[in-house]
Nanobody, 113 residues
């Protein structure tokens, strides 16, 4: 089992930026496919972005150009840089280890003036 701990959430004004981080336990992080998901109130959890062990990235269409996922295998971390934030980006953001099926507890992001 992999332990995942997110950080970096908070309150930001529309148009602002936040950087989320996810720290993972374990020694084989570099071989794991990692992703970010989010869940807004009253909605289903949705895919945000993926960073594969091969160095490729994938994004949900609504996040392309605004969000950037990256990983640091030396530090066992995966990050999500979020720019040009909108009120509809308000959600709990979750880190997911696709390879093991493990989830973090989530970090709240609120975009509001």
């Amino acid at each position: 089992q992999v332990q995942l701990q997110e950080s970096g959430g908070g309150l930001v004004q529309p148009g602002g930026s936040l950087r989320l981080s996810c720290a993972a336990s374990g020694s084989s992080f570099s071989s794991h496919q990692m992703a970010w998901y989010r869940q807004a109130p009253g909605k289903q959890r949705e895919f945000v972005a993926e960073a594969t062990s091969y160095g490729t990235t994938n994004y949900a269409n609504s996040m392309k150009g605004r969000f950037t996922i990256s990983r640091d295998n030396a530090k066992n971390t995966v990050s999500l840089q979020m720019n040009s934030l909108k009120p509809e980006d308000t959600a709990v953001y979750y880190c997911n280890d696709i390879s093991t099926g493990d989830w973090g507890q989530g970090t709240q992001v609120t975009v509001s003036s």
